[in-house]
């Protein structure tokens, strides 16, 4: 199985950078990607890293190293639009196929 | 504007009386997963489906079941709901399952077991 820790929650203020840490141990790794989750809403694709290093998208960035089992999502000049759930997702083999398994989430309060 | 849609978005339905959730996509594409998501937690895998090979995550209980009668539709058919299937439902379809192309998700649909 896989194991995906982020933290519970964070708080940042508005115009700020905040840093999103995710770190997982799994076998047959094959991708990491971030969501956007709004309450009550279906999760929305932040990024995708597959090789190490960062992906830099607008005033979203993500980074990963596959050694260290570790990847963060960097949000930059932070809007209030930008309260909401951040999931990692780590994608690995399982059986004939390569499967999603997401991080609980991590709840980012900005408050102005 | 192609996309996934779940119908419906809230789900009432008595303790024990089957409760059908419908998942349409107009993506075309291969893989569609439902996962169930409780309040604060993680989206849990229920199932996938790449094309019309059906997987089942091993600790997916049996009260659960679906069915892809086609590319663009699929349902989850909960048996006999209990209180503790009470959840968010999300489906998710990508294109394939490998590659940078991501999961697109419907909204979800909301079930509440009375």
């Known amino acids: 199985g896989q194991n995906i820790d982020q933290p519970t929650e964070m708080t940042a203020t508005e115009g700020a950078i905040v840093q999103i840490n995710c770190t997982y141990q799994t076998s047959g790794f094959n991708g990491l990607f971030w969501y956007q989750q709004h309450a009550g809403e279906a999760p929305t694709f932040l990024s995708y890293n597959v090789l190490d290093g960062l992906e830099e998208k607008g005033r979203f960035s993500s980074f990963l190293s596959r050694s260290k089992g570790y990847s963060y999502l960097l949000l930059k000049e932070l809007q209030m639009k930008d309260s909401a759930s951040y999931l990692c997702?780590?994608?690995?083999?399982?059986?004939?196929?390569?499967?999603?398994?997401f991080g609980r989430g991590t709840s980012l309060i900005v408050h102005p | 504007d192609a996309m996934v849609i779940q119908n419906p978005r809230y789900q009432v339905t008595q303790f024990g009386k089957p409760v059908t959730l419908s998942c349409s996509q107009t993506?075309?594409?291969?893989?569609m997963y439902w996962y169930q998501q409780k309040s604060s937690q993680a989206p849990k895998l229920l199932f996938h489906?790449?094309?019309?090979?059906?997987?089942n995550e091993a600790d997916t209980p049996d009260n659960f079941q679906s069915r892809r009668p086609n590319t663009s539709f699929c349902f989850l058919d909960i048996r006999s709901p209990g209180l503790g299937d009470a959840a968010m439902y999300l489906c998710a379809t990508s294109r394939v399952d490998t590659g940078s192309s991501g999961y697109t998700f419907g909204s979800g649909t909301r079930l509440t077991v009375v």
């Open positions: 993506l075309n594409h291969n893989v």
């Open positions: 997702a780590v994608r690995a083999a399982s059986g004939g196929s390569y499967i999603p398994t």
């Open positions: 489906y790449y094309d019309k090979d059906f997987n």
